[in-house]
């Protein structure tokens, strides 16, 4: 018998990647999920169907582009600060794509353009 209340963690579910999501969202205040999120998706990445991998492949990306745009806004700080500025639109940039990306998996959508730099 199977508790219909449990968390599916399966590669092969939606679950999984809103997980993914949510731990992204988490990492704003608590920092380290993002790290765990990024983890799971690379483990999850090639295991499921084409629309889980887009998610995946879209989840990867932000990980990856939000620590460089993070890097860089650092980087810019001493520069009238500058990377306060561009630390804020960072933010803003990995907010939307998160969101973005979990009302595609709701709708069952891919998520347009994974790979993209911008929004």
Not at 55 to 68: A, D, E, P, T
Not at 70 to 78: F, G, H, K, M, Q
Not at 88 to 98: N, P, Q
Request: glycine share 10%; charged share 10%.
């Amino acid at each position: 018998m199977t508790d219909s209340n449990q968390i599916s963690v399966d590669p092969n579910t939606r679950g999984n990647a809103n997980l993914i999501y949510i731990l992204y969202l988490v990492a704003i205040v608590v920092g380290i999920t993002s790290i765990v999120g990024l983890v799971m998706a690379y483990l999850a990445k090639g295991q499921g169907d084409a629309l889980l991998e887009n998610h995946y492949n879209n989840q990867i990306n932000i990980f990856w582009k939000g620590l460089l745009y993070s890097v860089v806004s650092v980087i810019l700080i001493p520069i009238l600060g500058l990377g306060i500025l561009t630390g804020l639109a960072a933010l803003v940039w990995y907010i939307v794509r998160c969101v973005k990306g979990m009302q595609a998996l709701s709708a069952g959508q891919p998520v347009e353009n994974p790979g993209s730099w911008l929004f």
